[in-house]
T-cell receptor, first 114, second 114 residues
Framework: NAGVTQTPKFQVLKTGQSMTLQCAQD?????MSWYRQDPGMGLRLIHYSVGAGITDQGEVPNGYNVSRSTTEDFPLRLLSAAPSQTSVYFC?????????????FGDGTRLSIL | AQSVTQLDSHVSVSEGTPVLLRCNYS??????LFWYVQHPNKGLQLLLK??????LVKGINGFEAEFKKSETSFHLTKPSAHMSDAAEYFC????????????FGSGTRLQVQP
């Protein structure tokens, strides 16, 4: 049982490039989400999904796209990378979106934009 | 609206002494509250959660937290620190639903001195 798997673990991009961060979970969880972690700011929600085919914006969605074609996968796309998107990105999943559900986190993708 | 304030960005203790990490919250709902731990280069792992049952919540690795509604606090404690407890700790509040269902504190880095 792998839990939440994120790839790649590290990535360096040039300004203007695009890329996709992959996230997969094997727990049949309905709810998946993407966060970015910046020093001294905790985690901020980028986008989330409550099931296949359903996504919505979080707190900081600009510059990112998501889709959810299957229950297992929830990729995050950077459309045109900017230095402000240098961060650590975490994918998380939970059984459903109820507020009392604990989140299961991947180990993160460390992204640097030059 | 909801918010979380972790009162200390850094806490340093000696091995074998008690640990206290402080968290205050505000929420318009009856909140669920969580503590997560993050070890270097890893994702967040659930330590414990409060969901309106017993106000004293026991978690993994000897940690516990007490929900005090009158003080809007949810402080994390451990009677005796171990070197392996050195990590960053996040207090998280959850309301009912919505794009900001989870609000993360900015984190407290715990150092354990030998």
């Amino acid at each position: 049982n792998a839990g939440v798997t994120q790839t790649p673990k590290f990535q360096v991009l040039k300004t203007g490039q695009s890329m996709t961060l992959q996230c997969a979970q094997d727990m049949n969880h309905e709810y998946m989400s993407w966060y970015r972690q910046d020093p001294g700011m905790g985690l901020r929600l980028i986008h989330y999904s409550v099931g296949a085919g359903i996504t919505d914006q979080g707190e900081v969605p600009n510059g990112y796209n998501v889709s959810r074609s299957t229950t297992e996968d929830f990729p995050l796309r950077l459309l045109s990378a900017a230095p402000s998107q240098t961060s650590v990105y975490f994918c998380a999943s939970s059984y459903n979106r109820a507020g009392d559900q604990p989140q299961h986190f991947g180990d993160g993708t460390r992204l640097s934009i030059l | 609206a909801q918010s979380v304030t972790q009162l200390d960005s850094h806490v340093s203790v000696s091995e074998g002494t008690p640990v206290l990490l402080r968290c205050n919250y505000s929420s318009s709902y009856s909140p669920s509250l969580f503590w997560y731990v993050q070890h270097p280069n890893k994702g967040l792992q659930l330590l414990l959660k409060y969901t309106s049952a017993a106000t004293l919540v026991k978690g993994i690795n000897g940690f516990e937290a007490e929900f005090k509604k009158s003080e809007t606090s949810f402080h994390l404690t451990k009677p005796s620190a171990h070197m392996s407890d050195a990590a960053e700790y996040f207090c998280v509040v959850s309301g009912n639903t919505g794009r900001r269902a989870l609000t993360f504190g900015s984190g407290t880095r715990l150092q354990v001195q030998p």
